[in-house]
Protein backbone atom coordinates (compact mmCIF):
# COMPACT_ATOMS: atom_id res chain seq x y z
CA UNK A 1 0.00 0.00 0.00
CA UNK A 2 2.71 2.41 0.89
CA UNK A 3 4.85 2.49 -2.02
CA UNK A 4 1.70 3.79 -4.19
CA UNK A 5 0.11 6.38 -2.15
CA UNK A 6 3.32 8.08 -0.67
CA UNK A 7 4.38 11.69 -1.90
CA UNK A 8 7.98 10.91 -0.78
CA UNK A 9 9.68 8.31 -2.04
CA UNK A 10 11.90 7.72 1.43
CA UNK A 11 7.69 7.32 3.42
CA UNK A 12 7.66 3.98 1.15
CA UNK A 13 7.24 0.85 2.68
CA UNK A 14 10.82 0.04 0.46
CA UNK A 15 11.76 1.89 3.67
CA UNK A 16 10.47 -0.58 6.11
CA UNK A 17 11.96 -3.41 4.35
CA UNK A 18 15.10 -4.02 5.40
CA UNK A 19 13.32 -4.38 9.11
CA UNK A 20 10.58 -6.48 7.51
CA UNK A 21 12.63 -9.73 8.08
CA UNK A 22 12.82 -8.37 12.22
CA UNK A 23 8.81 -8.76 13.02
CA UNK A 24 8.38 -12.28 10.94
CA UNK A 25 11.35 -13.68 12.71
CA UNK A 26 9.71 -12.10 16.02
CA UNK A 27 6.37 -13.31 14.95
CA UNK A 28 8.03 -17.02 14.54
CA UNK A 29 9.30 -17.00 17.38
CA UNK A 30 6.34 -15.55 19.30
CA UNK A 31 4.36 -18.24 17.76
CA UNK A 32 6.43 -21.19 18.68
CA UNK A 33 6.29 -19.54 22.39
CA UNK A 34 2.20 -20.07 22.12
CA UNK A 35 2.03 -23.16 20.07
CA UNK A 36 3.94 -25.00 23.29
CA UNK A 37 2.00 -23.65 25.68
CA UNK A 38 -1.31 -23.67 23.44
CA UNK A 39 -2.26 -20.29 23.78
CA UNK A 40 -4.08 -19.05 20.59
CA UNK A 41 -2.68 -15.74 18.73
CA UNK A 42 -5.33 -13.67 16.52
CA UNK A 43 -5.46 -13.78 13.02
CA UNK A 44 -6.85 -11.16 12.15
CA UNK A 45 -6.71 -7.61 12.91
CA UNK A 46 -9.04 -6.07 15.53
CA UNK A 47 -12.04 -3.67 14.40
CA UNK A 48 -9.88 -0.59 15.35
CA UNK A 49 -7.13 -1.95 13.51
CA UNK A 50 -8.52 -2.21 10.72
CA UNK A 51 -10.73 0.96 10.55
CA UNK A 52 -7.31 2.98 10.73
CA UNK A 53 -6.00 0.75 7.65
CA UNK A 54 -8.91 1.61 6.15
CA UNK A 55 -8.24 5.34 6.76
CA UNK A 56 -4.61 5.40 5.94
CA UNK A 57 -5.59 3.61 2.74
CA UNK A 58 -7.69 6.31 1.47
CA UNK A 59 -4.95 8.93 1.47
CA UNK A 60 -2.89 10.06 -1.11
CA UNK A 61 0.44 11.72 -1.26
CA UNK A 62 1.40 14.16 2.14
CA UNK A 63 -1.68 13.06 3.77
CA UNK A 64 -0.81 9.67 3.09
CA UNK A 65 2.82 10.31 4.57
CA UNK A 66 1.86 12.24 7.54
CA UNK A 67 -0.81 10.00 8.57
CA UNK A 68 1.47 6.70 7.81
CA UNK A 69 4.02 8.14 10.27
CA UNK A 70 1.79 9.47 13.14
CA UNK A 71 0.23 5.58 12.84
CA UNK A 72 3.52 3.92 13.07
CA UNK A 73 4.69 6.16 15.84
CA UNK A 74 1.53 5.47 17.78
CA UNK A 75 1.03 1.60 17.25
CA UNK A 76 5.03 1.44 18.03
CA UNK A 77 4.69 3.39 21.37
CA UNK A 78 1.34 1.27 22.26
CA UNK A 79 3.83 -1.89 21.39
CA UNK A 80 6.70 -1.14 23.47
CA UNK A 81 4.01 -0.39 26.58
CA UNK A 82 3.15 -3.67 26.16
CA UNK A 83 6.45 -5.44 25.69
CA UNK A 84 8.22 -3.54 28.89
CA UNK A 85 5.40 -4.65 31.09
CA UNK A 86 5.99 -8.21 30.08
CA UNK A 87 9.90 -7.67 30.36
CA UNK A 88 9.34 -6.43 33.76
CA UNK A 89 6.14 -8.30 35.27
CA UNK A 90 5.58 -11.20 32.97
CA UNK A 91 4.94 -14.26 34.80
CA UNK A 92 5.83 -16.43 32.15
CA UNK A 93 9.97 -16.60 31.49
CA UNK A 94 9.62 -17.55 28.07
CA UNK A 95 7.11 -14.72 27.10
CA UNK A 96 9.28 -12.42 30.03
CA UNK A 97 12.44 -13.35 27.84
CA UNK A 98 11.08 -13.07 24.35
CA UNK A 99 9.93 -9.64 25.41
CA UNK A 100 13.13 -8.60 26.59
CA UNK A 101 14.91 -9.58 23.93
CA UNK A 102 12.57 -7.60 21.69
CA UNK A 103 12.30 -4.68 22.92
CA UNK A 104 15.32 -3.21 21.33
CA UNK A 105 14.24 -3.70 18.03
CA UNK A 106 10.75 -2.10 18.87
CA UNK A 107 12.49 0.97 20.06
CA UNK A 108 14.98 0.91 16.82
CA UNK A 109 11.92 1.14 15.14
CA UNK A 110 9.71 3.84 17.14
CA UNK A 111 13.04 6.01 16.12
CA UNK A 112 12.52 5.09 12.63
CA UNK A 113 8.85 6.27 12.59
CA UNK A 114 9.85 9.56 14.39
CA UNK A 115 12.61 10.22 11.85
CA UNK A 116 10.02 9.83 9.00
CA UNK A 117 7.59 11.83 10.85
CA UNK A 118 9.98 14.43 10.73
CA UNK A 119 11.23 14.15 7.79
CA UNK A 120 7.61 14.41 5.91
CA UNK A 121 7.04 17.22 7.70
CA UNK A 122 10.01 18.84 6.93
CA UNK A 123 8.72 18.58 3.03
CA UNK A 124 5.67 20.39 2.92
CA UNK A 125 5.59 23.92 2.79
CA UNK A 126 8.19 24.64 -0.24
CA UNK A 127 7.28 21.32 -2.15
CA UNK A 128 3.84 21.85 -1.99
CA UNK A 129 3.83 25.14 -3.55
CA UNK A 130 6.15 23.86 -6.06
CA UNK A 131 3.75 20.75 -6.58
CA UNK A 132 0.72 23.09 -6.59
CA UNK A 133 2.48 25.30 -9.10
CA UNK A 134 3.90 22.51 -11.50
CA UNK A 135 0.22 21.04 -11.52
CA UNK A 136 -1.00 24.07 -12.73
CA UNK A 137 1.63 24.57 -15.31
CA UNK A 138 0.46 21.13 -16.63
CA UNK A 139 4.16 19.52 -15.38
CA UNK A 140 3.31 18.15 -12.64
CA UNK A 141 4.41 14.69 -12.23
CA UNK A 142 4.01 12.74 -9.44
Known amino acids: MRQHRAAWPRCSWGGWRSSAARPTRSNDELKRIAKEQNITLPTEPTSAQ ?3 YTTVESLRGLAFDKR ?3 V ?3 DHQDT ?3 FQNEASSGQDPALKTFAQNTLPTLQHHL ?3 VELN ?3 LSRTNAELLGSDQ ?3 E ?3 KP
Open 50 to 52: AQT
Open 68 to 70: FAE
Open 72 to 74: MIS
Open 80 to 82: IAT
Open 111 to 113: EQA
Open 118 to 120: KAS
Open 134 to 136: QFK
Open 138 to 140: GTY
